[in-house]
T-cell receptor, first 112, second 114 residues
Framework: KQEVTQIPAALSVPEGENLVLNCSFT??????LQWFRQDPGKGLTSLLL?????REQTSGRLNASLDKSSGRSTLYIAASQPGDSATYLC???????????FGEGTQLTVNP | EPEVTQTPSHQVTQMGQEVILRCVPI?????FYWYRQILGQKVEFLVS????????KSEIFDDQFSVERPDGSNFTLKIRSTKLEDSAMYFC????????????FGPGTRLTVT
């Protein structure tokens, strides 16, 4: 059974800092990996999708990498801003229909 | 920009009652999903739906749950006889195509069972 783990559980940084969020998964037979942002009491906003054949994806200040063989993904956030404060979730798609298996999330606080 | 919508945003019901949660997926999407998130816990997959039938379901999705796409736009989750442990945020998601596409999530329905 696929298990997804995110480290750290919480992170507090000053504005402007570059940071890395980590995600690991136990079964490397995945189709894709998706990073989401969740604001308190809200839905999930998709940030990036990486296919299993890809190494990384970039969107603005966000860069996500995938190392399928080692079961790891990282989300790099450059020049963090207070508006980046949210919980970041990693989810792996295991089948072509891609049910997603989620990690617990990293709660990020960016202090002005 | 197209988005997934869900109604109601919050539903309070008594134990044993039936509830129907409604979702309108993005219009050209073909794959539909329900997930739930119990407060303080991970988001959990419930069921996926494609081509007018369930394509996959989790162990959570027992006989008390059912899904339906009654028309070309709505996608519903029914819980027949709610239990206290069904209290959670329920998210609907949709996806345009198979592997290469992102799942887009709705804002969720908070279900409170008393």
């Amino acid at each position: 059974k696929q298990e997804v783990t995110q480290i750290p559980a919480a992170l507090s940084v000053p504005e402007g800092e570059n940071l890395v969020l980590n995600c690991s998964f136990t079964d490397s037979a995945i189709y894709n990996l998706q990073w989401f942002r969740q604001d308190p009491g809200k839905g999930l906003t998709s940030l990036l999708l990486i296919q299993s054949s890809q190494r990384e994806q970039t969107s603005g200040r966000l860069n996500a990498s995938l190392d399928k063989s080692s079961g790891r993904s990282t989300l790099y956030i450059a020049a963090s801003q207070p508006g980046d404060s949210a919980t970041y979730l990693c989810a792996v798609g295991e089948t072509s229909g891609s049910r997603l298996t989620f990690g617990e999330g990293t709660q990020l606080t960016v202090n002005p | 920009e197209p988005e997934v919508t869900q109604t109601p945003s919050h539903q309070v019901t008594q134990m044993g009652q039936e509830v129907i949660l409604r979702c309108v997926p993005i219009s050209n999407h073909l794959y539909f999903y329900w997930y739930r998130q119990i407060l303080g816990q991970k988001v959990e997959f419930l069921v996926s739906f494609y081509n007018n039938e369930i394509s996959e379901k989790s162990e959570i999705f027992d006989d008390q749950f059912s899904v339906e796409r009654p028309d070309g736009s709505n996608f519903t989750l029914k819980i027949r006889s709610t239990k206290l442990e069904d209290s959670a945020m329920y998210f609907c998601a949709s996806k345009e195509r198979s592997i290469s596409y992102e799942q887009y999530f709705g804002p969720g329905t908070r279900l409170t069972v008393t």
